[in-house]
């Protein structure tokens, strides 16, 4: 059989086939649905329990700002400015609540060594003109009078915020059924369905098929061994292990409001009093084991930094896997096969850079990019070319390969 030729009966034509119902590919199948398309969601599991559930949901890319990473700034940034009108989009659409506030992140240094690699970035935040300032110690407590009373200083960068990403995807699951778009949970797709060359559609492992002008292949952690994708197509993303604890404390007189970070651990409150610990950061693998000494780690952490914690009640730790690059940029764009477009690699931003990426792919959609166009703006930096082709693809195995400070000193 011609390999070209569509196998199955189509039970289902769509404008878009989103593979993948983690926050990345619902709010492509939220912002391509508001346009008017047709549009599938494809998820093999259950929406949004893969990274996505395990998320802090820390909108911040001040407070994430690493060295030599410009590129991810303006993305982050441009991201951030879309937030407010995609959560007021998504809460009018779904009629819930997802706890956006802007309610701005304190990086704690807790010792001397810790002020001097904090105020280091935060030269460097200065010098990019963002809005960040050292706070000394008496000021940082009247901010958080919860925190541990011995601390060196603190950077406060004021414009960050948090949103609860499990909220988030419970409003867009509930905007894309009341906009009639179809959530296919629990399937896994098997193959790419292709007419003369072009993305046609999706086979499902139980023999069906889905009809599609276009296909989006928005997976995570799991596009860098997705075997659907053609070798050319699949991009170098490895699976970055990150555990985090979930605490309940007062929400009338919440131990924080703002984010906390030091240099080992975040603290990211919800309204309703829970405090998401984060997180650790993993090169393991497809491990999602949440072990004993990670959680102690980071509940140390946290206790350090806000002492309120031992008070909190324990609710459950869990493991998620980042999608990482080797150049910490995520990958969005035409794939070499036209119809096709991936959006993956967020790395530690997925929630802050839903709606860019949302945009940009519908967009890409809407104007039918190929494969040799890219995004316009800050998402063309993050085009898939980058990692086609011989000598320039970076090593994929390899996770130390363009990591940033933070990511080996976490
Ligand atoms: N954005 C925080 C993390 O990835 O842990």
């Known amino acids: 059989m011609n390999p070209d030729q569509t196998r199955n009966t189509h039970e289902r034509s769509c404008d878009a086939a989103i593979v993948g119902g983690g926050l990345i590919g619902l709010s492509i199948a939220f912002e391509l649905r508001r346009r008017g398309a047709d549009v599938v969601v494809i998820e093999a599991g259950i929406p949004g329990?893969?990274?996505?559930?395990?998320?802090?949901?820390?909108?911040?890319?001040v407070g994430e700002l690493d060295f030599g990473e410009p590129d991810l700034l303006e993305l982050n940034l441009a991201s951030a400015g879309l937030y407010p009108d995609f959560v007021a989009a998504v809460e009018s659409a779904s009629g819930m609540p997802v706890d956006y506030r802007k309610v701005g992140g304190l990086h704690v240094a807790l010792d001397r060594d810790e002020a001097g690699g904090l105020k280091r970035v935060l030269d460097l935040q200065l010098r990019l003109g963002l809005d960040s300032r050292w706070l000394g110690p008496g000021a940082s407590r009247e901010l958080e009078p919860g925190l541990a009373p011995g601390l060196n200083g603190s950077v406060l960068a004021a414009g960050d915020g948090l949103v609860d990403p499990r909220a988030l995807t419970s409003a867009l699951l509930e905007a894309l059924e009341k906009a009639g778009a179809t959530v296919r949970t629990g399937i896994a797709i098997t193959a790419i369905q292709t007419e003369s060359g072009r993305a046609s559609g999706v086979e499902l492992a139980d023999g069906s098929s889905i009809a599609a002008k276009t296909v989006i292949a928005a997976v995570g952690a799991e596009s860098g061994r997705a075997p659907w994708?053609?070798?050319?197509?699949?991009?170098?993303?490895?699976?970055?292990?990150?555990?985090?604890?979930?605490?309940?404390?007062d929400s009338a007189e919440p131990a924080c409001g703002r984010i906390l970070a030091s240099e080992r651990v975040y603290i990211a409150p919800r309204s309703d009093g829970r405090m998401i610990v984060g997180a650790t950061v993993e090169e393991l693998g497809f491990d999602t084991t949440v072990t004993a000494g990670g959680i102690h780690e980071l509940l140390r952490e946290a206790y350090r930094l806000l002492p309120d914690v031992a008070e909190m009640e324990f609710i459950g730790a869990t493991a998620g896997l980042r999608p990482g690059t080797p150049d910490n940029l995520p990958v969005i764009g035409p794939a070499s096969m036209p119809g096709l477009l991936i959006a993956t690699g967020h790395y530690r931003n997925g929630i802050l850079l839903a709606p860019v990426t949302a945009r940009a792919v519908a967009d890409m959609v809407e104007s039918g990019a190929g494969p040799d166009d890219s995004a316009d703006g800050p998402v063309a930096a993050a085009t898939p070319a980058r990692f086609r082709g011989g000598e320039s693809r970076p090593d994929s195995d390899n996770g130390s390969d363009g990591l940033s400070e933070r990511a080996e000193k976490r």
């Open 229 to 249: 994708l053609a070798e050319t197509d699949r991009p170098p993303v490895r699976p970055v292990k990150g555990q985090v604890a979930e605490l309940r404390g």
């Open 49 to 61: 329990r893969g990274a996505t559930h395990v998320a802090g949901g820390m909108l911040a890319p």
